[in-house]
């Protein structure tokens, strides 16, 4: 049984649009306004990927619940899909209980991982909350900034570092230009300096 169908037996639920692409999903998410969007994180080899497609449409739609359920099961793909703001994140081939559960979950509010992401995320937040953690470097950036900026400084060219962070080369042409404002850099080259002497870019 397809997503769709599944989705459409369950009590009390209804699929209002499906979309094939990034800009598809954001303008059904507009159209419809539905309380949850279940998002592929792998949406062809287009951008905008699944991740920046989350971020925009809970930027537009802060009251929309994005579920992503995916094949991708790697730390960069969980990690950027809780970053972009994910309230769950499923792999494909879930029983139907478990969507269903996380459907309803993550419509009221709450936050579902599944077995196969729950102990890496978990690890994950637990690193961002250590009590007593030294100051982030740079505060004058974002976090994903900093992530982006230590990526530069470790030799990381534009391409790969949109596959990296699951990120559209766009989108990180866009985080560039804000770093060197933000930082009154020049050029990537004194971006870089300014990156290794606040701690970035190490081994």
């Not at 920046?52 to 994005?66: C, F, M, N, Q, S």
């Not at 936050?111 to 030294?134: D, K």
């Amino acid at each position: 049984m397809g997503m769709s169908a599944l989705l459409g037996s369950l009590p009390g639920l209804r699929v209002v649009a499906e979309a094939e692409s990034a800009e598809g999903a954001l303008a059904a998410a507009g159209e419809h306004r539905p309380d949850v969007v279940l998002m592929d994180l792998h949406l062809g080899d287009r951008a905008p990927s699944g991740v920046d497609a989350t971020r925009e449409i809970l930027r537009a739609h802060p009251g929309t619940a994005v579920l992503v359920v995916t094949m991708l099961d790697d730390d960069d793909s969980v990690f950027a899909a809780m970053r972009a703001g994910a309230r769950g994140y499923l792999l494909k081939g879930a029983a139907p209980a478990e969507i269903d559960r996380a459907v309803r979950t993550v419509a009221g509010g709450g936050v579902v991982l599944g077995p196969a992401v729950a102990s890496r995320a978990m690890a994950y937040l637990t690193g961002l909350r250590t009590p007593g953690a030294a100051p982030a470097p740079l505060p004058e950036l974002t976090v994903r900034e900093r992530e982006l900026l230590d990526l530069v400084a470790r030799g990381l060219d534009n391409l790969a570092i949109s596959r990296r962070l699951t990120l559209s080369p766009k989108t990180v042409r866009n985080h560039l230009s804000n770093i060197l404002a933000k930082l009154q850099a020049a050029s990537r080259a004194e971006a870089i300096v300014r990156a290794r002497q606040a701690g970035l870019g190490g081994s």
